[in-house]
């Protein structure tokens, strides 16, 4: 029976090895390499509710950031009211699906924090966002607020934001209406190895 059970701890340890070892190698089986693949731009969804829970998490991702100096010059503004959510997607044509979004995420920086790398940072931010979203099956989309100077405007003035508070993009998010299929985007004639 003692023999049994060693064997036992024996075997799972080895497979234990075996798929970690795996999952380090980035094959099949690595979640988190299935989610980044299986990331997609959703823009329309259904009427279900995202849960405070899975808003708290989508926020903890986003601020799990990498970010230039490690400033964090992010401010994260969530909208979960539904008139709100019409207003804005109806002044924001590159945003219009945000009036059948059931919550969003607006990414803001604090220039006094970062001048000149916030958009970086938050840009880290709003991908973390993406690939936590995609992780729950949350649909979600980057709309790009920076550069734009007249979309700016349109938030800044939406939310009354202050002077050093910059928007890089706002995030719609719902749960998908239909199935939607990642893009193949490899392309193996953009890599150089050691010259270009
Ligand atoms: C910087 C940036 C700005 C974008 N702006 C918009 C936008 O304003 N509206 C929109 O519908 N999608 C926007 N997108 C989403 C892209 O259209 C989308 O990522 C691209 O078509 C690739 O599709 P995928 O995300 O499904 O892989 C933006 C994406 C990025 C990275």
């Not at 903890?60 to 990498?66: C, E, G, L, R, V």
């Amino acid at each position: 029976m003692k023999f049994l059970k060693t064997m036992t701890l024996v075997v799972i340890t080895a497979f234990s090895c075996i798929s970690c070892n795996r999952q380090q190698q980035g094959e099949a089986g690595n979640p988190t390499l299935e989610t980044i693949l299986n990331r997609k731009s959703v823009r329309d969804y259904s009427a279900k509710e995202i849960s405070d829970e899975a808003i708290s998490n989508l926020l903890k991702a986003a601020m799990a950031a990498p970010s230039s100096r490690d400033r964090r010059p992010w401010e994260l503004l969530v909208v979960s009211d539904k008139s709100l959510l019409q207003e804005l997607g109806g002044k924001l044509r590159s945003a219009s699906m945000l009036q059948k979004a059931n919550k969003a995420i607006i990414v803001c920086g604090d220039t006094t924090l970062s001048d000149n790398c916030w958009f970086l940072d938050c840009s880290a931010v709003t991908q973390n966002i993406l690939l936590a979203a995609e992780s729950m099956g949350i649909g979600a989309v980057w709309t790009a607020v920076y550069p734009y100077d007249d979309r700016a405007a349109i938030v800044s003035e939406q939310f009354q934001l202050p002077g050093n508070i910059k928007v890089l993009a706002v995030i719609p998010l719902g749960y998908p209406v239909e199935k939607n299929t990642p893009k193949d985007k490899f392309d193996a004639a953009r890599i150089h190895n050691n010259k270009w």
